[in-house]
């Protein structure tokens, strides 16, 4: 059966919808009827006269809600006359209750069209969805049917049992005794939740809830449902106040339940009133808080009798708790307690010495009475465990030092930041701040504090910020340093905390002056200027130090006579030393700047500048020089060639009669270097006169080179008369080295023809040779002697290298020799097994012949010195070979000779034996 909440106004809605479909039949007339199919009327019989069972619809109405309607299917069966089409009516009424063409079915098919075809002999049914509505208290049960009929053999009666259902109160419960419970409160509330059921077989509709109590109890509903479905079960709240002056006890409350249609349902319920005694403590916590470790504290607890009703006789339970290293215990609070009185004890918690840091320890103490109807109070004991001053994980902020500063002169100061944490709870007291370092000792280190604090509060931390100075002496490189932080807090001592330091040795490149101010300076003349080059700090060398000049002219004039060297040691000095002549390419008082710089590894290069300017020659003193050779039988010729270009220069530069101003310096020049070409030339004289001409020969090369050197400069005047009178002197003065080298010549010559001469000396006298040929310039002839002599040079160390192979070679042999062969006996070595004589001649023969070897060679090149101490060495060592195996022939006689001794004793003992023997057998030996 199913239902629907829809209205009367449903019901009209459906009756006109049936009418669009289909003009239904009324009394005594029947519905047009269309082609193929037969008109349904209100008759009971079919057509046909088949006979119909009709399926009745049960229509429950409720009683308590008019307008509500229910729904349920009703239909017919039938079995087909014939093949037809048939239209069933889509609706029919008989004013109280509506059927509505739902569906079909049969042979084997189905549809919700109200037209559809019919097999004969088929059996079919027909549902029409049956809908009344509740008239309310008018309505009554009844059954409402219509009969419908058409061709085909479908006909039947829609049949719709009408029954009203009701509503009826049932069980109800109210739960168990509420029990109300004063503890010195004015009133006290409560709701109780009453439960009833409906076990009519209507919905009920439920209009109205009321409650009362007795005297000082009030009571109301809070809550009720409108509608409770047959058969279900719903509840109703009611909201209860009780007055302290109610009685104690049991108290009824009524409960009243009404429904639309008249029923009345009383609930009646109890509850119990109860006036208890309560002690408890003014604070449900009692907090120790902080507790150190390794002490107690206490605080006072305080209970009071809350309900003023009476006294009571008050137990206090231990503290209970599951608590590692700590204990709680109350005093003071146990014994009789007068209504609304109260008593103040004493609760003291103990931490032990190993509990945990902040750790929350936590008690429950028991308040019991001598009250039956008194519930157990409690309070909780809490307390927090802290630990004293101390030290935590504290950090610091190294720093980067540069020393740029000299060694020694200054210290280096950087800001060092260091974070100190108090792991503790009570203030830590910072009493003092020192810093060292284990890698470096602490005399180079200081520290000044600018800015911390005395005192650390717990759990927190504070920054101290240091100014460390560091001494130069501190080594390059990655340190640490060690701030110690001292607390005047025993618990606490002192802390290292380490920082980094990094230490950085920078490098200096010092100049004492960075300008050389040579002034003037006549040309041909000499002059140095010193630099003094400096590692400034005197912490690192400098590497790869090097002076290069970038600027200036490159015309030789600027010589860097003391170079800078390759390194310089840490804060060393060096003196560079600049040397300068002009020669006569440069133009007179005309000044001339160089610029040079100093630079190395890892530093910052410097620069120094040299300047100067060719002055005019001063030729009084070299008038002198050459006048004092005019009474020389060989020189004195050519020195006044030469002074009298030199008067004649002095006089066309007076006069102004020079065209080239460089003709001053070539000519003051080539008249000074004469002067040096003729002192050479004399000395070559003295030296060959007292040392021979091998020491001669230098002073011939530097005679002969500044001979030449003139001869240029001379070239190089382009005045004529000047240059006239040069050449002059220069042909004057060649005659006399011309001489000298066809001596010295000569006499090398002779020494290599000589047979007395070494290979060694042949190869030096051929060198000297080839130099003369070169002052004589014969280059192909001196090609020629020099490449005479290197052969001579190698010749003479190939015979000296295999000399010393040889040499050597005998010795290792003689020493192998020795220590295989010979056995040494007194320090003398020995040749005692026969069986090494082979071996032992083999190898003298060896030894013998890498002697002579050596001898020959050092012979050949004209080392006899050195031969004839080999040939001593030989001749010593042969002798000692010659005594060893004399030995071993001496050795072997006497092996003979103790073997024939040996022999002898044999025979003599066995003749004595034969003879006692044959004493015995004759026994002569009795007489």
């Known amino acids: 059966m199913r239902r629907t909440a829809g209205t009367a106004v449903v019901l009209v809605v459906l009756l006109l919808a049936g009418a ?29 006269g088949a006979t119909v069972v009709p399926q009745t619809a049960q229509l429950d109405l409720q009683r308590a809600f008019p307008g509500e309607t229910d729904t349920d299917i009703a239909s017919i069966e039938f079995t087909a006359s014939s093949n037809t089409t048939v239209t069933a009516p889509q609706e029919r009424t008989d004013g109280e209750v509506t059927f509505e063409f739902d569906r079909w079915s049969g042979d084997g098919d189905a549809g919700s069209s109200n037209t559809f075809d019919v097999v004969q002999g088929e059996t079919y049914e027909v549902e029409y969805e049956a809908t009344g509505a509740s008239q309310g208290d008018a309505g009554y049960d009844t059954t409402r049917s219509v009969y419908i009929s058409r061709s085909g053999g479908m006909s039947g009666t829609l049949e719709a049992n009408v029954e009203y259902v009701e509503p009826a109160f049932g069980a109800t419960d109210a739960g168990s005794t509420e029990e109300v419970r004063f503890e010195g409160a004015s009133e006290q509330t409560l709701s109780v939740t009453v439960e009833f059921r409906n076990s009519g077989a209507g919905d009920m509709d439920l209009q109205s809830t009321s409650a009362s109590a007795g005297a000082d109890i009030t009571a109301s509903t809070a809550s009720a449902p409108n509608r409770v479905d047959a058969g279900e079960t719903e509840a109703v709240t009611v909201d209860i106040t009780v007055d302290e002056a109610a009685r104690e006890g049991v108290h009824s409350i009524d409960l009243t339940l009404e429904d639309s249609l008249g029923n009345v349902e009383t609930v009646r319920f109890d509850i119990d009133v109860v006036k208890a ?41 231990d503290p209970s708790g599951v608590n590692r290293n700590a204990t709680a215990s109350v005093s003071g609070l146990a014994g009789r307690l ?30 019991d009475t001598d009250d039956p109807d008194a519930e157990r109070e409690s309070f909780r004991i809490d307390a927090r465990v802290i630990y004293p001053a101390m030290f935590g994980d504290s950090t610091g902020t190294g720093a980067s030092y540069t020393f740029d500063e000299p060694r020694g002169e200054s210290t280096f100061t950087r800001e060092v930041t260091a974070t100190v944490e ?23 280190v200081s520290a000044e504090m600018t800015r911390g604090s005395n005192s650390i509060p717990g759990q927190d931390s504070r920054d101290y910020v240091l100014d460390v100075a560091l001494d130069g002496e501190v080594p390059e490189g990655e340190h640490t340093l060690n701030l110690r932080f001292t ?7 002192t802390q290292t905390v380490e920082v980094p330091l990094t230490v950085e040795h920078e490098t200096e490149l010092g100049v004492d002056s960075e300008r050389v101010e040579f002034g003037q300076l006549e040309i041909s003349r000499t002059d140095t200027g010193t630099v003094t080059v400096s590692e400034v700090l005197g912490y690192n060398a400098i590497e790869n130090l090097e002076l290069r000049r970038v600027d200036g002219p490159d015309e030789g004039w600027l010589t860097v006579q003391r170079d800078v060297p390759e390194q310089l040691a840490a804060g060393s000095e060096s003196q560079t030393v600049f040397s300068l002549q002009f020669d006569t390419d440069a133009e007179v008082l005309t000044p001339y700047e160089w610029t040079f710089r100093v630079d190395g590894d890892d530093v910052e290069p410097r620069t120094i500048t040299v300047t100067a300017e060719p002055g005019i020659i001063e030729g009084e003193e070299t008038h002198e020089r050459l006048q004092s050779f005019e009474d020389h039988t060989d020189l004195g010729e050519s020195a006044g060639s030469m002074d009298e270009m030199l008067t004649r220069l002095e006089e066309k530069i007076e006069d102004g009669d020079l065209e080239s101003g460089q003709d001053i ?55 004529p008369e000047l240059r006239e009178l040069g050449q002059q002197a220069l042909e004057e003065g060649n005659a006399v080295l011309d ?51 290197d052969a001579a040079f190698e010749a003479y160390s190939t015979n000296v290298s295999r000399g010393q192979d040889s040499l050597q070679e005998a010795r290792s042999a003689r020493e192998n020799l020795s220590g295989s062969t010979l056995t040494s006996v007194g320090g003398t070595p020995l040749l005692l097994n026969p069986a090494n004589l082979g071996p032992f001649d083999d190898r003298r023969a060896h030894i013998e012949s890498q002697y002579d070897g050596a001898i020959e060679h050092f012979e050949a090149v004209g080392e006899q010195e050195t031969a004839d101490s080999i040939r001593a060495e030989r001749d010593q060592r042969l002798s000692a070979l010659s005594t060893a195996r004399t030995a071993m022939f001496v050795v072997t006689a006497g092996y003979v000779l103790a073997f024939l001794a040996l022999v002898l004793h044999l025979i003599r003992g066995t003749l004595a034996y034969v003879s006692d023997a044959n004493e015995a057998v004759s026994g002569e030996f009795l007489v």
Do not use: C
Request: charged residues 25%; negative net charge.
């Open 20 to 48: 669009a479909v289909a003009v239904p039949a009324t009394a005594g007339h029947a519905a047009p009827a269309g082609t193929g199919e037969t008109v349904l009327g209100d008759e009971r019989q079919s057509a046909d």
């Open 277 to 317: 005694t309560s002690v408890e403590s003014d604070e449900p916590v009692v907090d120790i808080g902080d507790v150190l470790v390794g002490t107690s504290e206490s605080v006072p607890v305080t209970i009071t009798e809350q309900t003023g009703y009476d006294s009571v006789d008050v137990s206090v339970s």
């Open 338 to 367: 007068g209504a609304g009185d109260s008593r103040t004890g004493t609760a003291t918690v103990a931490i032990d010495g190993g509990a945990v840091q902040h750790a929350e320890k936590t008690w429950t103490v028991r308040l």
């Open 422 to 444: 108090n792991a503790g709870d009570l203030p830590l007291a910072i009493e003092d701040v020192s810093v060292g370092s284990p890698t470096f000792d602490d005399d180079y």
């Open 487 to 493: 607390s005047s807090n025993a618990s606490a001592g």
């Open 665 to 719: 310096s070539r000519g003051f020049t080539a008249a000074q270097t004469f002067v040096e070409y003729l002192d050479a030339a004399e000395r070559v004289q003295e030296v060959r006169e007292s040392e021979g001409n091998d020491a001669a020969q230098d002073e011939l090369v530097r005679a002969a080179s500044t001979y030449n050197t003139v001869a240029l400069y001379v070239s190089e005047l382009e005045d």
């Open 739 to 789: 001489d000298e080298i066809a001596t010295q010549r000569s006499y090398y010559e002779e020494r290599i023809a000589s047979e007395e001469t070494s290979l060694l000396e042949e190869a030096m006298f051929k060198r000297s040779l080839a130099r003369i040929a070169v002052l004589e310039g014969e280059d192909e002839r001196a090609t020629q002697l020099q490449t005479e002599a």
